[in-house]
């Protein structure tokens, strides 16, 4: 078993250097990095900050409208009984976006580009903002009925306005499924490791791969994955409307404990991490760059921003207007990014332990760690009487983080997959492929005692290719977008009729708006 393992990781082992190649142009030129602090960024840095910029702009500053819209949007009452609520889409976004990115990608961020690297977090979400509004705001523009769920999401939105050529549309949801099946293997051995670690701190002993609480923990990650993946949508965006606001609410309460025993320190952390990034040493000295460049990678690690792969839960909302779902996914990276990643970056600056690798930092060496330098980060900020509580709560709810992240990759893949086939045998095949297939691979590789390390790299470039597939679809699709927010704006979110701003589409017409006042 551990050949074949071995065999897989090995073949995969040219993934991670055209990740960092991709990830990198083209700051690998000599031309190129010598122009002063701009050599220091890659394309993808660039063009994830610079379209986040330019939609912001173009947009008027949507972001302010997303902080008073969103959640009266979320909070009332829904008027059909097909779909998901606006609630229940935001949960189901913040399933995939308050994952063990919020955890190991800050961490990492922190490690490799030093505390600068979380304000280009913060400035690369504050601007992801605008670009999550632009993908829900389409994703809703040709989001398409089936049955009682509505499915859509960037495939769908993709084709549309690509020449509606249905090829393009089911490139797109191959690069989607390809994308998002091949992170399940990797947040199965998140939960792995943070059950294991909650194990090892209740008991003071280090349980071995091949013992029975591993094999316990890999038969109760099957099932109950199994269980609610072949459930469906709705059976998912059930548990995940409980499960997300436990682990957000948990970790977040627990973090701020934390500060507050912190408290005197709080002025240290804003100071390193501001002057981390615009330092003079930092803008001349080179560390600018791999501080920006490891805030906006890490950043989109955890928010997603971009991708185009929150489109699917945007496209599954019932809403008045297609704007809302914009403004509800924007509200979403607010809360992933500025909220959630920078109570882990708290920690993580302030206890140092970040520092003891930093001569040779890597992600690859970070990585490798997971959650074990935040959580020794967390160790060292607490008092000992209770660091092993802490510890063990923190652990669940990374467990927590990845177990919803990892319905989410799935649900997401089902939802994208209607785009080739609305058979209910086709669906059942993803829903079996992701659940009883990928899942189980994951495990297995933990049961055999590998890491599969080379698997990691593929979450690294699979996030870039989105970004690159995604972006010239949304620059393209972005006038619909300004008509459609010029329409919100004029008649406060009124009665939405897609033909009124020159674009047919399946759901919003007269007669399935007919229930909406004029």
């Not at 709560?393 to 089902?414: K, V």
């Not at 674009?503 to 708006?513: D, F, G, I, K, M």
């Amino acid at each position: 078993m551990q050949e074949v393992f071995s065999t897989i990781n090995n073949f995969f082992g040219f993934i991670g250097p055209i990740s960092d190649a991709v990830w990198d142009f083209p700051t690998q030129l000599t031309w190129y990095s010598r122009i002063p602090i701009i050599g220091q960024l890659s394309f993808a840095v660039i063009l994830l900050l610079g379209m986040g910029i330019w939609f912001t702009i173009r947009t008027g500053v949507v972001q302010r409208l997303s902080f008073k819209e969103a959640i009266p949007t979320m909070l009332r009452k829904r008027s059909d009984s097909t779909g998901i609520s606006a609630l229940a889409s935001f949960m189901l976004g913040l399933a995939m976006r308050a994952g063990p990115g919020n955890i190991v990608g800050v961490t990492g961020a922190i490690t490799v580009g030093g505390p600068g690297a979380l304000f280009w977090m913060w400035v690369a979400a504050i601007f992801g903002m605008a670009t999550a509004f632009m993908e829900s705001v389409l994703a809703q523009l040709f989001k398409e009925r089936k049955d009682n769920e509505y499915v859509g999401g960037l495939p769908f939105y993709g084709r549309r306005i690509v020449g509606n050529k249905r090829f393009v549309g089911v490139f797109l949801t191959i690069a989607f499924i390809t994308y998002a099946l091949f992170n399940v293997p990797a947040q199965t051995f998140n939960v792995f490791t943070a059950i294991g670690m909650i194990a090892d701190t209740a008991t003071g002993n280090t349980s071995d791969r091949q013992s029975p609480l591993y094999y316990g923990i890999a038969i109760a990650l099957v099932v109950s994955c199994a269980w609610l993946i072949l459930g469906g949508i709705r059976r998912v965006t059930a548990y995940t409307n409980l499960l997300v606001p436990i682990k957000a609410t948990v970790f977040c309460g627990i973090s701020l404990l934390i500060i507050l025993i912190n408290f005197p320190l709080i002025p240290s952390f804003f100071s390193a991490v501001v002057m981390g990034a615009i330092a003079p040493d930092a803008l001349f000295g080179g560390a600018m760059g791999v501080a920006l460049a490891e805030g906006v990678r890490r950043g989109l690690m955890s928010n997603e921003a971009g991708q185009g792969t929150i489109t699917m839960a945007a496209a599954a909302a019932d809403n008045n207007h297609p704007c809302e779902q914009g403004f509800v996914q924007s509200m979403g990276v607010f809360f992933d990014t500025i909220i959630i990643c920078t109570l882990t970056g708290f920690i993580v600056v302030l206890a140092h332990v970040w520092t003891g690798s930093a001569d040779s930092a890597e992600w690859a060496t970070v990585s490798a760690s997971r959650i074990g330098t935040y959580l020794d980060s967390v160790e060292a900020l607490v008092p000992a009487s209770i660091a092993a509580t802490v510890i063990i709560i923190l652990a669940a709810c990374y467990a927590l983080f990845a177990f919803t992240t990892l319905l989410g990759m799935i649900s997401f893949a089902e939802i994208s997959a209607n785009f080739i086939s609305r058979s209910p045998h086709f669906i059942t095949a993803i829903r079996v492929l992701g659940s009883l297939v990928f899942v189980p691979f994951g495990a297995l590789t933990v049961l055999a005692g590998l890491e599969l390390g080379n698997l990691w790299a593929i979450t690294d470039l699979t996030n870039i290719v989105m970004v690159y597939l995604n972006i010239p679809i949304l620059l393209l699709g972005a006038p619909l977008v300004y008509k459609a927010l010029a329409h919100y704006r004029a008649t406060n979110g009124g009665k939405f009729i897609s033909a009124q701003i020159g674009l047919e589409t399946e759901h919003w017409t007269h007669q399935n708006q007919a229930h909406l006042p004029d």
